[in-house]
DNA sequence: AAAAAATAATTAAACGCTTGTTTAATATTA
DNA sequence: TAATATTAAACAAGCGTTTAATTATTTTTT
């Protein structure tokens, strides 16, 4: 691998895992193999190199899920039901870079990065919101919900689940044992769980 | 206001803003109106000044929600309903300061502190999850819904939309002049779709 | 109640260390 | 031969913390 990658790769994972401020680049440039010098010739200063490594990852991820929204050979529920599993699918083996972009969104330090992980994260947002409006307006769900709300209450579902170890094995009521994130268990719980939720909350009473 | 506690407000404010880490104790200091080395003084340490700060909303919080829960006069629906009410309540109005418990809880820095700051977000989720459990118990809800995932939801979607300000924006459709956490509209908007959502997920049909 | 002693609070200055970044020289590749 | 990549070393600035001296407050003794 070039090291110009390498370099993103170990700020990513550094970034992640102890955050931007308390990762120096010298520690990044060890764990990269590089000389330190290598960081600012080639990316100019440590906070554009968060803001490269962000900026890959979101054009990365562009257009990903157009297709779902397209395909008309699913019915509503359906296109719900596999975005879901998308998502947690995407948001558990993205975890801890997950953690560094609502970091940098909860902090007012660099406002310019914060637009472009807001459009990151709207990515899995936006498709949820539109199946859902399709579905309202071929009659297939419920008139009068909240679709905006809804759409938080997905995300904010699978997001809640993954902030911590800790807090999952609290919220679970399972001991200091239980390991929530390293088998697929929890996946499928989550993933259930806001598949019926949200069959109570759009679909018509039959 | 004495020096001490003001440090520690002062100290809350900028961590919340700007993060541990991006914030240095001659800011404090500044911003507190004392010395420096008062911080170390009163402190030990700029680490040490971050749980106490913590530590004491920890204790002054405890035990807020518990005559909720025993409140025998509500019904488990309306008790939820108060519930979601004073949540969101409280994390609206705690919005900054909740960020920086959640990024401490997103790092690996601190490990000691991470069980305190879970401690403290279990106390909004303890409560819900007690009172679905007897409406569970009762009757008045139906069996087989995932308790756990169901407090999650809850609180996700409130968390959710607390996220930043063009976060929500983006969520709710809104115009960049749209300020959501300005006025009480989006509190109002939550509780109901909280409480809707929650109904037709716990509430047997009739 | 006044004076003396002891404790606590506050200060300016310095400490050693780490930070992100730059420089200027050298090695590599085109 | 020219452009690019890589290096070790140095840079200035900022960091959290400590020191030692001074002021303020409280406690004890007369």
Same sequence: chains 1, 2.
């Avoid at 931007?20 to 190199?49: C, D, P, Q, W």
């Avoid at 157009?66 to 395909?71: C, F, M, P, T």
């Avoid at 990151?120 to 919900?145: A, C, W």
């Avoid at 579902?157 to 009521?173: A, D, F, Q």
């Amino acid at each position: 691998m070039e090291p110009k990658d390498k370099i993103i790769q170990c700020a990513i994972e550094l970034f992640s895992r102890k955050g931007f401020e308390a990762t120096s680049v010298r520690e990044i440039a060890g764990a990269a193999e590089v000389n330190v010098a290598m960081i600012n010739y080639y990316f100019g200063s440590k906070e554009h190199l968060l803001e490269k490594a962000i900026d890959d990852k979101l054009s990365y991820l562009r257009n990903i899920f157009s297709e779902l929204v397209k395909n008309t050979e699913l019915t509503a529920i359906e296109k719900i039901d596999k975005i879901i599993e998308l998502v947690i699918e995407r948001k558990f083996s993205n975890r801890k870079f997950n953690h560094l972009l609502h970091r940098e969104l909860s902090l007012a330090n660099r406002p310019q990065l914060k637009t472009t992980i807001t459009e990151l994260l709207m990515l899995n947002i936006t498709p949820i919101k539109q199946i859902i409006k399709d579905g309202v307006r071929t009659g297939e769900f419920k008139e009068g919900v909240d679709i905006e709300m809804t759409v938080a209450t997905v995300a904010g579902t699978i997001h809640y689940l993954l902030i911590s170890e800790e807090m999952s094995r609290k919220i679970l009521g399972k001991p200091a044992t239980f390991s929530p994130y390293n088998n697929s268990q929890l996946k499928k719980r989550i993933g259930n769980h806001t598949k019926n939720l949200i069959r109570a909350h759009l679909l018509k009473k039959q």
